[in-house]
Nanobody, 117 residues
Framework: QVQLVESGGGLVQPGGSLRLSCAASGITFSSYAMSWYRQAPGKEREWVAEITSAGSATNYRDSVKGRFTISRDNAKNTVYLQMNSLKPEDTAAYYC??????????WGQGTQVTVSS
C-alpha cells in the first residue's frame, strides 16, 4: 500500500519560513521523481517544484524561485520543501506527488499552509 504523508504546514506571518516534509512508504522511493503542488481555495491545483529521483536536478515555478527549495533524502524516503520569505499568495494546501515512468503517480493527502498577519 502506497502512502505519502505530508507534514510541516501551519500558520506563519508574511516573510516567515516553513519546511514541509513528505514521507513515502510502499514504493521504491529512490526510483521516483517527486513534486510539490499546491491548491488555493477556488483555484486549480498548480505545480510548485520538482526533483529528480537521484536529486540531481530541480525545477521551480517562477513565482517561488529563489524562495523555495526542494530536496530529498532517499535514505529516509522523504522529500522536503523549504519555504522562505512566504507571502500571503503562498497560502494553499500543499501536496506531494510521486511519479515514475511507466507507472501511475501517487498523491499525498496534503498539508495546509496559511500565510497571514
Amino acid at each position: 500500500q502506497v502512502q505519502l504523508v505530508e507534514s510541516g504546514g501551519g500558520l506563519v506571518q508574511p516573510g516567515g519560513s516553513l519546511r514541509l516534509s513528505c514521507a513515502a512508504s510502499g514504493i521504491t522511493f529512490s526510483s521516483y521523481a517527486m513534486s510539490w503542488y499546491r491548491q488555493a481555495p477556488g483555484k486549480e491545483r498548480e505545480w510548485v517544484a520538482e526533483i529528480t529521483s537521484a536529486g540531481s536536478a530541480t525545477n521551480y515555478r517562477d513565482s517561488v524561485k529563489g524562495r523555495f527549495t526542494i530536496s530529498r533524502d532517499n535514505a529516509k524516503n522523504t522529500v522536503y520543501l523549504q519555504m522562505n520569505s512566504l507571502k500571503p499568495e503562498d497560502t494553499a494546501a500543499y501536496y506531494c506527488y510521486a511519479i515514475r515512468r511507466g507507472t501511475g503517480g501517487y498523491w499525498g493527502q496534503g498539508t495546509q499552509v496559511t500565510v497571514s498577519s
